[in-house]
């Protein structure tokens, strides 16, 4: 059953701990993706990663960091120094760096007290 | 600056009609058009998608048509059904600069869908 796995569905951590997502594919994808939602706001991308230890900012990677030690994976890290962290995280990901289709995960919802 | 701009963000069909969504672009370097559906609590999933060499492109019940001279395109659901109410988001992507360039794909901020019955 191939496709793109997140873990957990739901996460809440205390303000100020560092939290990570998990984001797990076995499409054999080169390119992973993090979005994060928030309602009226769409999707607006945190980081991404071309190929197996390389990976750029996106539009709002401030607080924020990944890694991409894996072809299969791509961890999200939400730091302590991200100012408003409660939202809903995407992980995608793509054939390879010059194709379109994005293939999306579940999903983790993560609400910080 | 919001380069794909969305409309509404809501709207209300009774079944069988036809709901039509609106985005305008305002970079012409995009070439890469898709729609995405989302249902509450799960992850968007690619419906179609539509390059500028056509106009027009249909799937089933599901049609994107395209006007490139006023960056505009739209998303129409023929025949709307209840199991169609979500969210839909459209979304514009363009190839990126030489040594780096990948697909990101820029989104709208969504319309929430809902065909009563």
């Known amino acids: 059953d191939g496709g793109i796995t997140q873990s957990p569905k739901y996460l809440f951590r205390k303000e100020g701990q560092n939290v990570t997502l998990s984001c797990e594919q076995n499409?054999?994808?080169?390119?992973m993706y993090w979005y994060r939602q928030d309602p009226g706001q769409g999707l607006r991308l945190i980081y991404y990663s071309q190929i197996v230890n390389d990976f750029q900012k996106g539009d709002i990677a401030e607080g924020y960091s990944v890694s991409r030690e894996k072809k299969e994976s791509f961890p999200l890290t939400v730091t302590s120094a991200q100012k408003n962290p409660t939202a809903f995280y995407l992980c995608?990901?793509?054939?390879?760096?010059?194709?379109?289709?994005?293939?999306f995960g579940p999903g983790t919802r993560l609400t910080v007290l | 600056q919001q380069q794909v701009k969305q409309s509404p963000q809501s709207l209300i069909v009774q079944k069988g009609g036809i709901s039509i969504i609106n985005c305008a672009y305002e970079n012409t370097a995009f070439d890469y058009f898709p729609w995405y559906q989302q249902f509450p609590g799960k992850g968007p999933a690619l419906l179609i998608a539509i390059r500028p060499d056509v106009s027009e492109k249909k799937e089933g019940r599901f049609t994107i048509s395209f006007n490139k001279s006023a960056k505009q395109f739209s998303l129409h659901i023929m025949d709307s059904q209840p199991g169609d109410s979500a969210t839909y988001f459209c979304?514009?992507?363009?190839?990126?600069?030489?040594?780096?360039?990948?697909?990101?794909?820029?989104f709208g901020k969504g319309t929430l869908l809902t065909v009563n019955p």
């Open positions: 979304a514009a992507s363009m190839e990126g600069n030489s040594g780096g360039s990948n697909y990101k794909l820029t």
């Open positions: 499409l054999n994808h080169d390119a």
């Open positions: 995608a990901s793509s054939r390879d760096r010059r194709t379109d289709t994005q293939y």
